[in-house]
């Protein structure tokens, strides 16, 4: 670290990644010095400055040896002192003749303690500044499962009893592998109790089994059992109009159960409104069922069983809430959530699940929870409302866009059914009329090269049409706009560019004088070619005249007319 970097984050305050400790008062001691180390090592990482007090003065050092400090020295007594032995980078850093110890901190693959077992781990205090507070065993387990590094429902529970299994859990178990012929594995409906608990990788034994774990209790477990070794497992089944709540009713069921519970729950309010497509009536569900089972198991298999919370399935009049506690888990974010692969917080839990039928065995389920509104002309679902402990689906309900429903179903009729990235796609354009390439790029959160072979194969399809050259404009089709009921709306999409394209380059000639054919097709994102008779026509309607030859002219107002636009 450079002293022009250690001043930049003096200048930026204390952080999540960044504490300050000063000496005015009295030296820091090593104690001290160890537990802050090992709380940003806990975290993401960060950096300890030494003589810089909260509120950024830098004051008094105190040198920790003889005759000044040894950053070597202190980055040894930090290894040696620490479980598993944390490698951080010390440097001391002049500051108007005053030495400010600087010690990077890298953020630990694994909890790390000190010497004497002291765990620390960094949050916000309750005056909303970061600190340094203790870090509990059921902390440790929560970080270890949003990293990865750690399945909750793969533990085997060491007082948990073959008596605390249910043995109709075990029949409805076998009921739902019938009901999902080729989602589910069906050679386990042929097994006994035992062996499916074995098969599924959740208990053990060299004969009968006498090691269960949290999976089993929360797949098949007594609900007396459930309250005793999984305490946090809870669910809630709301229906919300307003401020007043109609239904309000909580469960502690095992999964399976609990699922079917809410699925009935949902089929006898989810209404739906029919569509004639061709000689075949299209029934259009309030909510699409796929990507509601899908969000509802994703909640129960993704939660957090470590935290205290309650997965919440809400019914508000314009849209369905499901959440969990537990954030994303490390490496999924709002941006990738599309495209990046399957990884699950509680891997044994969810290879169950897969087996026996209830969510996708891709791994894949947030495509169907996508898809499945989408191709019910419904808005995407929405993630933004989740944060780092807890995740939250929004799936927007009220009047489905049946026009475009209608276009999809015959569209998927003829030729090789819409992908995600197709409905989204339409969906944005069919809204905002025209896209480009770089909003298609975030909205699919691919790169632009495969969001333009999308667009491009879509034109393909007859789906879009495109314009210009260099930048490309994206809208609907002719055809298509004929197949939702709204032909007048095309030749006003394709007019609209041509006048826009118009005023964008007479307010340009107005604020600089001039333009080129080049400039042109750079600020309309068009063609050479389209340049030429787009300035063609200005000059036709005596709006811009021609200056210099063809190679080098340009063209502005003619002489005299400035007037307006």
Request: aromatic share 6%; glycine share 10%; proline share 5%.
């Amino acid at each position: 670290m450079t002293t022009e970097q250690m001043l930049a984050l003096v200048a930026g305050g204390e952080r999540m990644d960044v504490e300050f400790k000063g000496e005015e008062r009295a030296p820091l001691s090593d104690r001290d010095l160890l537990e802050t180390v090992v709380c940003l090592g806990i975290g993401i990482g960060g950096t300890l400055l030494v003589v810089v007090e909260d509120d950024g003065r830098i004051t008094v050092a105190r040198p920790r040896h003889e005759p000044a400090t040894d950053p070597i020295r202190v980055q040894a007594f930090l290894a040696n002192n620490t479980t598993p032995n944390l490698t951080t980078r010390c440097a001391v850093l002049a500051v108007a003749g005053v030495p400010v110890l600087a010690v990077e901190v890298p953020a630990a693959r694994s909890p790390t303690s000190t010497n004497t077992g002291l765990f620390k781990r960094r949050a916000l205090g309750g005056d909303g500044k970061p600190s340094c507070v203790g870090f509990h065993f059921y902390q440790m387990q929560g970080r270890e499962a949003h990293r990865g590094t750690l399945d909750y429902s793969a533990f085997v529970v060491a007082d948990a009893t073959w008596a605390d299994l249910d043995p109709l859990e075990f029949e409805r178990l076998r009921q739902t592998i019938g009901r999902n012929p080729g989602r589910a594995d069906g050679s386990l409906i042929r097994l006994s109790d035992g062996e499916i608990i074995k098969a599924l990788g959740l208990g053990f034994g060299d004969g009968a089994v006498d090691r269960l774990t949290v999976g089993a209790l929360l797949l098949v477990g007594r609900e007396e059992a459930l309250r005793r070794f999984v305490p946090t497992h809870e669910a809630a089944f709301q229906v919300l109009d307003g401020t007043r709540v109609r239904v309000n009713d909580f469960f502690r069921w095992p999964l399976i159960r609990l699922s079917e519970e809410i699925q009935a729950r949902f089929n006898a309010r989810n209404e739906e409104e029919e569509i004639q497509v061709g000689a075949v009536r299209v029934g259009i569900p309030s909510y699409g069922p796929a990507a509601f089972r899908e969000a509802v198991h994703n909640a129960l298999v993704h939660r957090d069983y470590t935290r205290l919370g309650t997965v919440h399935v809400q019914w508000h009049a314009e849209r369905l809430e499901i959440s969990n506690p537990g954030g994303l888990v490390e490496g999924v974010r709002l941006d990738n959530l599309l495209v990046t692969p399957p990884t699950p917080r509680n891997p044994a839990l969810a290879d169950a699940f897969k087996r026996i039928g209830l969510v996708e065995r891709t791994g894949r389920g947030i495509d169907t929870i996508f898809e499945g509104q989408l191709r019910y002309g419904r808005p995407a679902p929405d993630y933004s409302r989740s944060t780092a402990v807890n995740v939250q689906v929004v799936m927007p309900g009220g009047r489905a866009n049946l026009a475009l429903t209608r276009m999809i179903v015959e569209n998927d009729r003829i030729e090789q059914p819409l992908t995600v990235d197709d409905l989204l796609i339409l969906n944005a354009i069919e809204r905002e009329r025209h896209t480009e390439v770089g909003p298609v790029a975030a909205l699919t959160q691919r790169d632009e090269p495969t969001a333009r072979a999308i667009l491009e194969h879509l034109v393909e399809r007859g789906l879009l049409e495109a314009r210009g050259e260099r930048h490309r404009t994206y809208h609907l089709s002719a055809a298509v706009y004929r197949e939702i009921g709204n032909p007048a709306a095309y030749p006003r999409i394709r007019n609209f560019e041509p006048i826009q394209q118009e005023q964008m380059v007479l307010q340009y000639v107005t604020a600089h004088g001039r333009i080129t054919r080049g400039e042109v097709a750079e600020l309309c994102r068009i063609g050479s070619d389209e340049a030429k008779y787009l300035l063609r026509r200005l000059v036709r309607r005596g709006l811009l005249q021609v200056v210099g030859d063809r190679r080098k002219g340009f063209h502005q107002r003619p002489v005299g007319n400035a007037g307006p636009l």
